[in-house]
């Protein structure tokens, strides 16, 4: 099969759980960069990666990695790539890209020449005009200290629109963050999960599609499927191998608990679309007033940031009482993501282990408090 290279993108921080959810595919041999997982791979692995990656944002195509330091050798090395392997004549295709430490400063210049040189090439080859009234072909291009590498976008729209939140309530984490948080922490199908703050319930269903390894792309469309270069039968196949890989045994109970009515209505029925309703239990409660008999348990949380001035207090209070819930339940482990002003410090208790990461623009913690292990079951039991 046709070799291809690849690149994850991902938002800073996720580097290492991506490239983990890529060797899970089977792709060992791969590159790390800040935002990025770079591997080759056969063919198939475009339409595998953009239903199973779970924390990604977006699966590049690479066309192309040259030098650059003028504007001739720039438009004439992208102008003999061979876009039409890629691009039908009836192609969409808007360039977008950025510029580092590069010679090529001006972004808008590098763009339009980058869409001129395609043009050029794909006229030349199709004997036509191009009315762009076709696939989604979306090119993005790096200069990077005089290095050019440019891609074709095949998942379209980010990986996060899995397609089943409808529904928000306020504050709503990206689905991909969501999935990181759960591939962060110990949680297991085999450990109780909770989120006590569980909003339009994106952490909870993450988990659920991981507790039963389902696809986190099955319901949704991608770019490249629409591309009549790629081969249809390698998104059937694709499909077809997310749902012979669901594991509908048992797991441990997930937990999603608010205190807003309305919100929880919007997670069950995102919960419904996701497929994964029937595992996750939806419950109103005040976080002040959660009890549990369940021990060695998970609680991953994403609690109010309190982004404006006058809800500071209530955040912060609200953190309080969350700590005071989890100290009545000493076996569990607690992952809390929240702004980055000082959970610690608030809740006097150091974290186990902290991590920066990112929820769109705003610079969040992953706070980690590491509970004891759960005993082991002997294998003859
Ligand atoms: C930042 S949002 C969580 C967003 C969620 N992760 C999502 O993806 O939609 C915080 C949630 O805390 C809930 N909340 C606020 N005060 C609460 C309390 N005292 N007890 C329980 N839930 C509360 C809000 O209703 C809101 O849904």
Known sequence: MEQVTLTATTGFGLEAV?????QRLGYEDQQRTDGRVTFTAPLDAIARCNLNLR????????????????????????????????????????????????????????????????????????SCELDETGPDCAVQFELRSNQCTIWLNTSGEGLHKRGYRLKRGVAPLRETIAASLAQLSVWNRERTFHDPFCG?????????????NRAPGFNRQFACETWPTYPQELWEQAREEAQDKIDQSECMPILATDNDYHVLNAARENAARAGVEHLIHFQEHDVSELKTQRMYG????????????????????????????TQQWPTWSVFVFAGSRDFEKIVDKRATRRRKLYNGPIECTYYQYLGPKPPRIPASI
């Open 298 to 325: 998970c609680l991953i949380t994403n609690p109010p940031y309190g982004e404006r001035l006058d809800d500071v207090d209530e955040a912060e209070q609200l953190w309080t009482e969350l700590w005071k819930v």
């Open 200 to 212: 339009s319930g994106t952490i909870a269903i993450e988990a659920a599609l991981i507790a039963q």
């Open 18 to 22: 991506v490239g983990r959810e890529l």
């Open 55 to 126: 924390s990604a944002d977006r699966l590049l195509l690479q066309i192309g990695k040259f030098p650059a330091s003028d504007f001739d050798a720039y438009f004439d090395q992208i102008q003999d790539l061979p876009w039409e392997r890629w691009m039908p004549a009836n192609a969409s295709f808007p360039v977008n890209g950025s510029s580092h430490k590069s010679t090529l400063k001006s972004v808008p210049t590098c763009q339009g020449m980058a869409k001129k040189a395609i043009v050029n090439r794909l006229q030349r080859v199709y």
